[in-house]
C-alpha cells in the first residue's frame, strides 16, 4: 500500500480526511505546536493520530512561530477577540505552506507519494488552502527533490486536499462518520481553549453548520 502523510490539526477535517484515505494508503500523521491560542488541539490530535491507526505520528514543535506573527492574527496572538465569522485577522500567514513543506520533507524520507492537509471547499476564503496553492508548492517542491526522483532514490510527492478533489466540509463530515461514528466528537475545531468548544468563533459556527448540512446530529459540548 501507498504511504500518505497527513497533517494533524486534532479537528473535525483532520479526523474525516483521515477517514477518506485510509482505504488507499497507508498513514503517517504530523501535528504542528505552533504557538497556537487553541493548545487543545494538539490533545485532541493524538486521539484523532490513534482513532486513525497511524504508523506513525510526529508532534513538531515550532513554538517559536508565536513570536514571529506577533499580533498579526487571531490564532497565536490573544489581543484581539475572536470573531463569529471570517476576517482576515484568522488567516495566520502561509501556515499552511510551512506545515506543507515540512510534511513533505518527512515524505520524501519515507517514500510516501502524497501529502495531505484538510482543506476543503468551504475554506475559498483562506488563500493557502485553495487548489492553486497546493499545485505551486507541490511543483516547487517536487522540483526542490528534482534529482532524488529522478534517480529513483525519492517518489514524487502530490499535495492533496478534499478542496482538490470539490469535496466539502459535510461531504467530509459524512465520510468521517460513516467509518468512526461518534468519535467524530472528540475532536476539536475551536479557535479558544476553554474546557468545551466555545461555540460563538468562526471556526465553532462551521463545525455546527457542517453538521446541520451532513443532517448529523451535532453531540458537540459548546458553551454558547
Known amino acids: 500500500m501507498k504511504k500518505a502523510v497527513v497533517i494533524c490539526s486534532g479537528g473535525l477535517d483532520s479526523l474525516c ?26 490533545e485532541a ?13 510526529k508532534i513538531i514543535p515550532l513554538d517559536f512561530m508565536k513570536a514571529l506573527y506577533g499580533t498579526s ?11 463569529s465569522k471570517f ?43 485553495r487548489p492553486a496553492f497546493s499545485k505551486k508548492i507541490e511543483a516547487a517542491l517536487n ?14 510527492i502530490k499535495v492533496w486536499s478534499p478542496y482538490s478533489a470539490g ?5 467530509l463530515v459524512k465520510t468521517g462518520y460513516e467509518k468512526f461514528g461518534e468519535e467524530i466528537f472528540q475532536t476539536w475545531s475551536c479557535y479558544a481553549n476553554s474546557k468545551y468548544h466555545c461555540g460563538e468563533c468562526e471556526s465553532c459556527n462551521n463545525r455546527k453548520a457542517a453538521f446541520i448540512q451532513a443532517k448529523i446530529k451535532d453531540k458537540t459540548k459548546y458553551l454558547a
Open 167 to 171: 469535496i466539502s466540509k459535510s461531504t
Open 73 to 83: 492574527n487571531v490564532l497565536t496572538s490573544t489581543k484581539k477577540s475572536l470573531p
Open 87 to 129: 476576517e482576515y485577522s484568522i488567516v495566520v500567514p502561509i501556515r499552511n505552506a510551512i506545515f506543507v513543506t515540512i510534511a513533505t520533507a518527512w515524505a520524501f524520507s519515507l517514500k510516501a507519494s502524497l501529502v495531505a492537509y484538510g482543506a476543503h471547499t468551504d475554506d475559498i476564503k483562506y488563500p493557502d488552502c
Open 143 to 156: 522540483q526542490g527533490e528534482i534529482d532524488g526522483i529522478r534517480l529513483g532514490i525519492r517518489n514524487r
Open 45 to 57: 490530535a493524538r486521539k484523532v493520530g490513534k482513532a486513525l491507526h497511524l504508523k506513525e505520528h
Open 17 to 42: 480526511l483521515g477517514a477518506h484515505l485510509s482505504k488507499q494508503y497507508e498513514l503517517y500523521g504530523i501535528t504542528f505546536s505552533y504557538g497556537q491560542r487553541a493548545s487543545k488541539e494538539l
